[in-house]
């Protein structure tokens, strides 16, 4: 992806849920332009000090996301699940070297 598009990994977010909106402004109240699945979205920049970001979505749209809603590829996860006994760490994803 990042070749195909002279992109950086760092260029590249992911929701942090399914069905993230994608607005027309910076806004809460704006209009939903696209609704995103669990996939990778290409960052464009932050559009204020309030955390919106402002994304190209897979649809060729440009909008906004909402603060805090997107994860960096980069970052280190962990993967909880949830059995009769409680909750456990079930997985490690690294972003590696």
Request: charged share 20%; aromatic share 10%; hydrophobic share 40%.
């Amino acid at each position: 992806l990042t070749d195909a598009t002279n992109t950086d990994v760092v260029d590249w977010s992911y929701p942090r849920a399914n069905g993230l909106q994608v607005r027309n402004t910076a806004a809460a109240d704006g209009v939903v332009i696209e609704t995103l699945g669990f996939y990778l979205v290409r960052v464009l920049g932050a559009a204020d000090r309030n955390g919106w970001v402002r994304v190209a979505t897979p649809g060729g749209k440009t909008g906004f996301v909402a603060p805090g809603s997107l994860i960096s590829p980069l970052a280190d996860r962990l993967c909880f699940g949830k059995d009769a006994s409680g909750w456990r760490i079930i997985g490690y994803v690294g972003a590696g070297d």
